[in-house]
């Protein structure tokens, strides 16, 4: 089972998936997280490059190809071990990401993005995908109150950026209806928690 978290910067995926991740090591599952870009070596160091802030002249195919690519080896080394050795895979971030930023926000085009990583990762789609909804306002809101928080070259783009991946990301959500499910991420931590969670264990069950 390859599960999935997407949402704007400061959607609060990130926390969530981690309590959600502990709840299901509770439970017993077999499960491992990791996160995009990156969660290898080889990706993190490619991360480095797509945020790096200094990289201003990063052109906006290439930082698509180096998503596709740190994609790929993020598959290649642990997604795919993972999951042919029975285990459930929950990522932060993945496909639905490159689609809403670079396909929307980059103007690059949802099909074109989606090309480039169909060939990445041979066609791998999600099981499950957990979309966190909240309006780019409400979530930059969030970043910026978060003191601790480093803002990276994305989250540094300006509000019209953030606008048009939030768009692209409802696009994506009507055109996946089958594997993308939408949490109101405006609730209380826990509220959040608690969908994300109920929403996993009736997929794990086969109730969905
Ligand atoms: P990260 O710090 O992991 O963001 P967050 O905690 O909000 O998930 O940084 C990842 C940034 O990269 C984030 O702004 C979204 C962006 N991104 C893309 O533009 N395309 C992609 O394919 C992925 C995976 C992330």
Redesign the pocket.
């Known amino acids: 089972m390859f599960i999935t978290f997407e949402?704007?910067?400061?959607?609060g995926?990130?926390t969530v998936i981690k309590k959600v991740y502990e709840k299901l090591i509770n439970d017993g599952y077999p499960i491992i997280l990791t996160?995009?870009?990156?969660g290898t070596p080889i990706a993190e160091k490619i991360?480095n490059v797509?945020?790096d802030n200094d990289n201003t002249a990063l052109d906006a195919r290439t930082?698509?190809l180096l998503?596709?690519a740190?994609?790929r080896q993020h598959l290649v080394e642990k997604i795919r071990p993972a999951l042919k050795e029975g285990k459930i895979v929950l990522c932060?971030?993945?496909?639905d990401?490159?689609?809403?930023?670079?396909g929307g926000?980059r103007h690059l085009g949802i099909e074109n993005v989606l090309n480039v990583n169909l060939f990445a990762t041979e066609n791998t789609y999600p099981d499950l995908t957990l979309f966190f909804n909240i309006s780019p306002e409400e979530g930059l809101k969030r970043?910026s109150a978060d003191k601790k928080r480093i803002a990276?070259r994305?989250?540094n783009e300006n509000e019209n950026f953030h606008h048009d991946?939030y768009n692209a990301f409802l696009k994506v959500v009507n055109d996946n209806k089958n594997r993308i499910v939408v949490i109101d991420a405006t609730k209380s931590i826990d509220e959040v928690v608690d969908s994300a969670y109920k929403i996993i264990k009736d997929k794990l069950n086969g109730l969905r």
């Not at 996160?35 to 990156?38: A, D, H």
């Not at 990401?97 to 670079?102: F, G």
Request: charged share 30%; net charge negative; no cysteine.
């Open positions: 949402g704007p910067d400061g959607s995926k990130s996160r995009e870009p990156g991360r797509i945020l930082e698509a998503y596709a740190s994609r932060d971030r993945f496909l990401s490159s689609l809403a930023y670079q926000g970043v990276d994305l989250d991946v």
